[in-house]
Protein backbone atom coordinates (compact mmCIF):
# COMPACT_ATOMS: atom_id res chain seq x y z
CA UNK A 1 0.00 0.00 0.00
CA UNK A 2 2.69 2.39 0.71
CA UNK A 3 4.51 1.65 -1.83
CA UNK A 4 1.70 2.57 -4.07
CA UNK A 5 1.45 6.01 -2.27
CA UNK A 6 4.67 6.33 -3.19
CA UNK A 7 4.27 5.98 -6.66
CA UNK A 8 1.25 8.28 -6.47
CA UNK A 9 3.37 11.42 -5.34
CA UNK A 10 5.56 10.25 -7.29
CA UNK A 11 3.81 10.94 -10.48
CA UNK A 12 3.24 14.54 -9.52
CA UNK A 13 6.91 15.27 -9.42
CA UNK A 14 6.97 13.73 -12.97
CA UNK A 15 4.49 15.57 -14.61
CA UNK A 16 3.67 18.76 -13.07
CA UNK A 17 7.14 21.20 -12.66
CA UNK A 18 5.28 23.70 -9.97
CA UNK A 19 5.83 20.26 -7.23
CA UNK A 20 8.76 21.36 -5.06
CA UNK A 21 8.49 18.88 -2.03
CA UNK A 22 6.47 15.78 -1.07
CA UNK A 23 4.68 17.47 1.47
CA UNK A 24 4.00 20.10 -0.34
CA UNK A 25 2.47 17.96 -2.90
CA UNK A 26 0.09 15.92 0.11
CA UNK A 27 -0.91 18.86 1.27
CA UNK A 28 -2.26 20.97 -1.74
CA UNK A 29 -2.66 18.61 -4.73
CA UNK A 30 -6.57 17.63 -5.16
CA UNK A 31 -5.81 15.18 -7.70
CA UNK A 32 -3.63 13.39 -5.64
CA UNK A 33 -6.02 13.22 -2.83
CA UNK A 34 -9.10 12.47 -5.06
CA UNK A 35 -6.64 9.25 -6.22
CA UNK A 36 -5.90 8.33 -2.34
CA UNK A 37 -9.15 8.39 -1.47
CA UNK A 38 -10.65 6.68 -4.22
CA UNK A 39 -8.28 3.63 -3.97
CA UNK A 40 -9.83 3.03 -0.84
CA UNK A 41 -13.19 3.26 -2.07
CA UNK A 42 -12.63 0.77 -4.60
CA UNK A 43 -11.42 -1.84 -1.98
CA UNK A 44 -14.35 -1.61 0.29
CA UNK A 45 -16.63 -1.50 -3.09
CA UNK A 46 -14.83 -4.76 -4.38
CA UNK A 47 -15.29 -5.91 -0.40
CA UNK A 48 -19.00 -5.21 -0.51
CA UNK A 49 -19.28 -2.27 1.54
CA UNK A 50 -21.08 -0.08 -1.04
CA UNK A 51 -22.68 2.33 1.34
CA UNK A 52 -19.45 3.68 2.69
CA UNK A 53 -17.42 3.40 -0.73
CA UNK A 54 -20.03 5.67 -2.21
CA UNK A 55 -19.70 7.80 0.74
CA UNK A 56 -16.17 8.38 0.53
CA UNK A 57 -16.44 8.84 -3.14
CA UNK A 58 -19.04 11.73 -2.18
CA UNK A 59 -16.97 13.42 0.36
CA UNK A 60 -13.57 12.81 -2.25
CA UNK A 61 -15.83 14.87 -5.12
CA UNK A 62 -16.83 17.58 -2.21
CA UNK A 63 -13.45 18.07 -0.74
CA UNK A 64 -11.26 18.08 -4.42
CA UNK A 65 -14.45 19.11 -6.91
CA UNK A 66 -13.08 15.26 -8.84
CA UNK A 67 -15.79 12.70 -8.83
CA UNK A 68 -14.72 9.17 -9.55
CA UNK A 69 -17.21 6.30 -8.75
CA UNK A 70 -15.65 3.89 -6.36
CA UNK A 71 -16.13 1.10 -9.40
CA UNK A 72 -13.72 2.32 -11.53
CA UNK A 73 -10.33 0.27 -12.01
CA UNK A 74 -7.62 2.71 -11.85
CA UNK A 75 -3.96 1.65 -12.43
CA UNK A 76 -0.80 2.80 -11.13
CA UNK A 77 1.22 6.07 -11.12
CA UNK A 78 -2.47 7.88 -11.86
CA UNK A 79 -2.33 11.75 -12.60
CA UNK A 80 -5.00 14.36 -12.45
CA UNK A 81 -4.14 17.79 -13.10
CA UNK A 82 -5.73 20.62 -11.41
CA UNK A 83 -8.90 17.96 -11.15
CA UNK A 84 -11.77 20.12 -11.20
CA UNK A 85 -14.30 18.89 -12.81
CA UNK A 86 -12.72 15.42 -13.80
CA UNK A 87 -15.59 12.65 -13.68
CA UNK A 88 -15.35 9.14 -13.99
CA UNK A 89 -17.86 6.58 -13.89
CA UNK A 90 -18.45 3.32 -12.55
CA UNK A 91 -17.21 0.80 -15.66
CA UNK A 92 -14.55 2.85 -16.73
CA UNK A 93 -10.92 1.65 -17.01
CA UNK A 94 -7.50 3.32 -16.52
CA UNK A 95 -4.09 1.91 -17.48
CA UNK A 96 -0.78 2.66 -15.72
CA UNK A 97 1.00 6.14 -15.99
CA UNK A 98 -2.39 7.50 -17.65
CA UNK A 99 -2.71 11.89 -16.74
CA UNK A 100 -5.76 13.73 -17.08
CA UNK A 101 -6.19 17.12 -16.83
CA UNK A 102 -8.92 19.57 -15.81
CA UNK A 103 -12.59 19.04 -16.93
CA UNK A 104 -12.12 15.72 -18.30
CA UNK A 105 -15.21 13.21 -18.43
CA UNK A 106 -14.94 9.42 -18.73
CA UNK A 107 -18.54 8.94 -19.12
CA UNK A 108 -21.09 6.52 -20.59
CA UNK A 109 -23.76 6.89 -23.58
CA UNK A 110 -26.50 4.78 -22.23
CA UNK A 111 -28.57 3.38 -18.98
CA UNK A 112 -28.06 0.01 -19.24
CA UNK A 113 -26.16 -1.96 -17.08
CA UNK A 114 -22.93 -3.45 -18.03
CA UNK A 115 -19.75 -1.69 -19.18
CA UNK A 116 -20.98 1.60 -20.59
CA UNK A 117 -17.34 3.76 -19.78
CA UNK A 118 -14.47 3.70 -21.77
CA UNK A 119 -11.05 2.18 -20.91
CA UNK A 120 -7.52 4.14 -21.11
CA UNK A 121 -4.71 1.70 -21.78
CA UNK A 122 -1.23 3.13 -20.08
CA UNK A 123 0.38 5.77 -21.06
CA UNK A 124 -2.81 7.56 -22.27
CA UNK A 125 -3.06 11.78 -22.25
CA UNK A 126 -6.70 13.74 -22.11
CA UNK A 127 -6.08 17.09 -22.28
CA UNK A 128 -8.29 19.51 -20.61
CA UNK A 129 -11.92 19.88 -20.99
CA UNK A 130 -12.17 16.43 -23.24
CA UNK A 131 -14.77 14.28 -23.43
CA UNK A 132 -14.49 10.36 -23.65
CA UNK A 133 -17.83 8.79 -23.51
CA UNK A 134 -19.29 5.06 -24.54
CA UNK A 135 -17.70 1.92 -23.73
CA UNK A 136 -14.46 2.74 -26.25
CA UNK A 137 -11.01 1.89 -26.04
CA UNK A 138 -7.99 4.12 -26.49
CA UNK A 139 -4.84 2.59 -26.76
CA UNK A 140 -1.71 2.67 -25.23
CA UNK A 141 -0.21 6.36 -25.41
CA UNK A 142 -2.42 7.94 -27.23
CA UNK A 143 -3.46 11.20 -26.65
CA UNK A 144 -6.85 13.26 -26.78
CA UNK A 145 -6.75 16.81 -27.47
CA UNK A 146 -8.44 19.69 -25.12
CA UNK A 147 -12.08 19.93 -25.68
CA UNK A 148 -12.16 16.66 -28.08
CA UNK A 149 -15.18 14.68 -27.31
CA UNK A 150 -14.56 10.99 -28.89
CA UNK A 151 -16.72 8.45 -29.16
CA UNK A 152 -15.08 5.80 -30.90
CA UNK A 153 -12.08 3.87 -30.33
CA UNK A 154 -8.11 5.41 -30.64
CA UNK A 155 -5.85 3.31 -31.59
CA UNK A 156 -2.17 3.59 -29.48
CA UNK A 157 0.18 6.31 -30.39
CA UNK A 158 -2.95 8.25 -32.20
CA UNK A 159 -3.94 12.20 -31.74
CA UNK A 160 -6.98 12.78 -31.43
CA UNK A 161 -9.03 15.94 -31.95
CA UNK A 162 -11.78 18.34 -32.22
CA UNK A 163 -15.44 17.52 -32.29
CA UNK A 164 -16.01 14.71 -32.81
CA UNK A 165 -12.66 13.27 -32.31
CA UNK A 166 -11.10 12.73 -35.55
CA UNK A 167 -7.71 11.23 -35.46
CA UNK A 168 -4.81 13.73 -36.49
CA UNK A 169 -1.72 11.90 -36.15
CA UNK A 170 -1.83 7.65 -36.37
CA UNK A 171 1.72 5.60 -35.54
CA UNK A 172 3.51 4.96 -38.59
CA UNK A 173 2.24 7.99 -40.47
CA UNK A 174 5.44 10.61 -40.95
CA UNK A 175 3.78 13.71 -39.79
CA UNK A 176 2.94 11.56 -36.51
CA UNK A 177 7.06 10.37 -36.28
CA UNK A 178 7.89 13.22 -36.52
CA UNK A 179 5.35 14.62 -34.31
CA UNK A 180 7.10 12.35 -31.68
CA UNK A 181 10.67 13.46 -33.03
CA UNK A 182 9.93 16.84 -31.38
CA UNK A 183 8.06 15.79 -28.30
CA UNK A 184 11.21 13.43 -27.35
CA UNK A 185 13.47 16.68 -28.68
CA UNK A 186 11.46 18.50 -26.02
CA UNK A 187 11.49 16.21 -23.34
CA UNK A 188 15.73 16.05 -23.42
CA UNK A 189 15.44 20.06 -22.98
CA UNK A 190 13.01 19.72 -20.13
CA UNK A 191 9.78 21.43 -21.54
CA UNK A 192 6.94 19.86 -23.03
CA UNK A 193 5.62 20.00 -26.80
CA UNK A 194 2.40 18.52 -25.87
CA UNK A 195 -0.39 20.03 -28.16
CA UNK A 196 1.54 21.15 -31.00
CA UNK A 197 0.15 19.22 -33.76
CA UNK A 198 0.76 18.98 -37.64
CA UNK A 199 -1.97 20.99 -38.65
CA UNK A 200 -1.85 23.67 -36.29
CA UNK A 201 -1.96 27.21 -37.64
CA UNK A 202 -0.05 28.94 -34.63
CA UNK A 203 3.13 30.66 -36.20
CA UNK A 204 4.61 30.58 -32.97
CA UNK A 205 4.00 26.95 -32.73
CA UNK A 206 5.42 26.58 -36.53
CA UNK A 207 8.27 28.23 -35.51
CA UNK A 208 8.96 25.98 -32.26
CA UNK A 209 8.14 22.88 -34.15
CA UNK A 210 11.27 23.81 -36.63
CA UNK A 211 13.54 25.23 -34.17
CA UNK A 212 12.83 21.50 -32.67
CA UNK A 213 13.74 19.59 -35.97
CA UNK A 214 17.01 21.87 -36.36
CA UNK A 215 17.91 21.40 -33.14
CA UNK A 216 17.97 17.09 -33.87
CA UNK A 217 19.74 18.25 -36.88
CA UNK A 218 22.42 19.71 -35.03
CA UNK A 219 22.21 17.23 -32.02
CA UNK A 220 22.81 14.22 -34.91
CA UNK A 221 25.81 15.71 -36.00
CA UNK A 222 27.54 16.53 -32.91
CA UNK A 223 27.32 12.91 -31.96
CA UNK A 224 28.64 11.80 -35.28
CA UNK A 225 31.87 14.20 -34.63
CA UNK A 226 32.37 13.02 -31.56
CA UNK A 227 32.27 9.88 -32.48
CA UNK A 228 35.23 10.78 -35.20
CA UNK A 229 37.38 12.54 -32.50
CA UNK A 230 36.87 9.62 -29.61
CA UNK A 231 37.84 7.22 -32.75
CA UNK A 232 40.88 9.56 -33.05
CA UNK A 233 42.22 9.40 -29.27
CA UNK A 234 40.36 12.79 -28.43
CA UNK A 235 38.89 13.33 -25.37
CA UNK A 236 35.29 14.87 -26.07
CA UNK A 237 34.12 15.63 -22.44
CA UNK A 238 31.15 14.78 -21.20
CA UNK A 239 28.44 13.30 -23.40
CA UNK A 240 25.08 14.47 -24.58
CA UNK A 241 21.81 12.97 -22.86
CA UNK A 242 20.35 10.08 -24.66
CA UNK A 243 17.09 10.41 -26.19
CA UNK A 244 15.72 6.74 -25.81
CA UNK A 245 13.83 6.53 -28.76
CA UNK A 246 14.12 4.25 -31.92
CA UNK A 247 13.14 7.27 -34.66
CA UNK A 248 16.45 8.75 -34.03
CA UNK A 249 18.25 5.54 -34.41
CA UNK A 250 17.61 5.62 -38.14
CA UNK A 251 16.71 9.01 -40.11
CA UNK A 252 15.52 6.47 -43.06
CA UNK A 253 12.35 5.49 -41.26
CA UNK A 254 11.19 9.15 -40.81
CA UNK A 255 11.70 9.26 -44.13
CA UNK A 256 10.20 6.14 -45.70
CA UNK A 257 6.81 6.16 -43.44
CA UNK A 258 6.76 10.00 -44.54
CA UNK A 259 7.08 8.54 -48.15
CA UNK A 260 4.38 5.90 -47.90
CA UNK A 261 1.98 8.11 -46.30
CA UNK A 262 2.37 10.09 -49.74
CA UNK A 263 1.72 7.24 -51.42
CA UNK A 264 -1.31 6.21 -49.73
Not at 152 to 158: C, G, I, L, Q, R
Not at 210 to 227: C, G, Q, W
Request: aromatic share 6%.
Amino acid sequence: MFEGIREDIQSVFHRDPAARNSLEVLLNYPGLHAVLMHRLAHKLWKMGFKLLARCISSFSRWFTGIEIHPGATIGRRFFIDHGMGVVIGETAEVGDDVTLYHGVTLGGTTWNKGKRHPTLANGVVVGAGAKVLGPITVGENARVGSNAVVNKDVPAEATVVGIPGRIICKDGDGDCLKERQRQAMASKMGFDAYGMTPDMPDPIAHSIANMLDHMHAVDEKVKAMSKVLEAMGSDCGKSLPEIHDELFENESVTKDSAAATKVD
